[in-house]
Nanobody, 126 residues
Framework: QVQLVESGGGLVQAGGSLRLSCAAA????????MGWFRQAPGKEREFVAG????????DYADSVKGRFTISRDNAKNTVYLQMNTLNPEDTAIYYC???????????????????WGQGTQVTVSS
């Protein structure tokens, strides 16, 4: 079983920034495709960003392109989500996800991920 632990959420004003972190307790982190999803109240969980194991490729939801950046440090078994120019529509619980099977491209669908963190709340005030 792989444990994913998110941190870095909080309350921020519109236009501000936050950086989320997700630490993975797994030996072979470097082969895991990792992703960030979010779920706002009353809405389904949606893809935000994904990254391949080697950081060769990333992918983003259209709503966050140009504002969010996903990255990873395989030496620290950690994936990050840098969020800039936040707006109230970004308010949600953000989840880290990991896929244990190799993928040439970032995984963007919920069902492609095997492991999930507990989530961290991000609230953006107007």
């Amino acid at each position: 079983q792989v444990q994913l632990v998110e941190s870095g959420g909080g309350l921020v004003q519109a236009g501000g920034s936050l950086r989320l972190s997700c630490a993975a307790a797994v030996r072979t982190f470097n082969i895991y495709a990792m992703g960030w999803f979010r779920q706002a109240p009353g809405k389904e969980r949606e893809f935000v960003a994904g990254i391949t194991g080697s950081s060769r490729s990333t992918d983003y939801a259209d709503s966050v392109k140009g504002r969010f950046t996903i990255s990873r440090d395989n030496a620290k078994n950690t994936v990050y989500l840098q969020m800039n120019t936040l707006n109230p529509e970004d308010t949600a619980i953000y989840y880290c996800a990991g896929s244990s099977t190799y993928s040439y491209n970032p995984r963007i669908r919920l069902e492609e991920y095997d492991y999930w963190g507990q989530g961290t709340q991000v609230t953006v005030s107007s």
